[in-house]
């Protein structure tokens, strides 16, 4: 299963999300596809910063097991849209790598609720 094949999956998975002017905050995810992330969050956890705003940038993390190793996958994001219960991303897979590309398609297959 490739990851530009998959539809939007319910996974849940500890991330932090870093936003150019916004600072960061930690947070979990409840969706992930290849081109979009739904962090779970509060826009004020930002606290001592501007709100996120759509069209922003910034990085999000993601923290999981590879098989019995802790990873960390870093991924360049635009907000998209911005709601009481989080934060949506858009994320681009066909610029991740192919180490990238290889960990979100574990993700994918792997962490689901």
């Known amino acids: ?47 001592g910063h501007q709100p996120p705003r759509p069209g922003m940038t910034g990085i999000i993390t993601l923290a999981f097991k590879y098989f019995s190793t802790k990873k960390s996958l870093k991924i360049k994001c635009n907000i998209l849209r911005i709601g009481p219960s989080g934060i949506e991303l858009h994320t681009n897979y ?13 993700l994918l297959e792997t962490y689901l609720d």
């Open 1 to 47: 299963m490739h990851a530009a094949q998959c539809e939007q999956k319910q996974i849940r998975i500890p991330c932090h999300l870093e936003v150019s002017g916004a600072g960061v905050v930690s947070a979990q995810t409840s969706y992930i596809s290849p081109d979009n992330i739904f962090v779970e969050c509060q826009p004020s956890s930002f606290i």
């Open 94 to 106: 066909s610029a991740l790598n192919a180490t990238q590309q290889k960990l979100f398609n574990f």
